[in-house]
């Protein structure tokens, strides 16, 4: 079926400092990728919708300059997560959407120190 | 999209069969209703989707009431692995749609 990989899995970093995380779709493309970030105990609530060659769309209180989402191919969308304090740490997920049905990568579990 | 209703928790003994509910008592006549699981750590996982119709396939089977308000989520052979959270969603056909995830529902599997 489907893949969608998500890079890395787990990543540690220092207060202050960026981390992007990618997002493939690997066998098919997908003109909107989503993204969603979920903390311990809770629901996944989407943080930003991607959309391949145009801006992002932001849910309400999701800072756009703070979480710079790119969409540059069809098969890839990426999530920068600039100035990264500890209250950002969480679990990210993206999400890509077949015709049929949405598939969603592993996971990125930040943490910042 | 329509909101849904499932059991914070559930517990199942291996080996019988896991029945998860869901009411969607606000759904659309073009609306779907799918099924995801997320297991610890893990991104959700696709595990089924109807409209109307029943449906079955490799992980499980869909059984939606015949006004469409509610459904139930079957795991005819529930193993320890199948431990996870359920979210039943639903959604419309565009592509374009996000799924919204509600709380979902735990399952505990037990020896």
């Known amino acids: 079926g489907a893949v969608v990989s998500q890079h890395p899995s787990w990543v540690i970093c220092k207060s202050g400092t960026s981390v992007k995380i990618e997002c493939r779709s690997l066998?098919?493309?997908?003109?909107?990728m989503f993204w969603y970030r979920q903390f311990p105990k809770q629901s996944l609530m989407l943080m930003a919708t991607?959309?391949?060659?145009?801006?992002?769309?932001?849910e309400q209180g999701v800072e756009k300059d703070k979480f710079l989402i790119n969409h540059a191919s069809l098969t890839l969308s990426t999530l920068t997560v600039t100035s990264a304090h500890p209250e950002d740490s969480s679990f990210y997920i993206c999400?890509?959407?077949?015709?049929?049905?949405?598939?969603f990568g592993q996971g990125t579990r930040l943490t910042v120190v | 999209d329509a909101k849904t209703t499932q059991p914070p928790s559930m517990d199942c003994a291996e080996g019988r069969a896991a029945n998860l509910p869901c009411n969607h008592s606000?759904?659309?006549?073009?609306?779907?209703v799918y099924w995801y699981r997320q297991i610890h750590s893990q991104g959700p996982q696709y595990i089924i989707h109807?409209?109307?119709n029943n449906e079955t396939n490799e992980m499980a089977s869909l059984i939606i009431t015949e006004d469409r308000k509610s459904s139930t989520l079957i795991l005819p052979h529930a193993t320890l692995r199948d431990t996870a959270v359920y979210y039943c969603?639903?959604?419309?056909?565009?592509?374009?749609?996000?799924?919204?995830f509600g709380g979902g529902t735990r399952l505990m599997v037990k020896p």
């Open positions: 109807g409209l109307k």
């Open positions: 066998d098919f493309q997908a003109t909107t």
């Open positions: 606000t759904i659309s006549g073009n609306e779907y």
């Open positions: 969603i639903v959604r419309g056909s565009n592509a374009g749609n996000m799924l919204t």
């Open positions: 999400s890509a959407r077949s015709p049929t049905e949405a598939f």
């Open positions: 991607s959309n391949e060659g145009s801006k992002a769309t932001y």
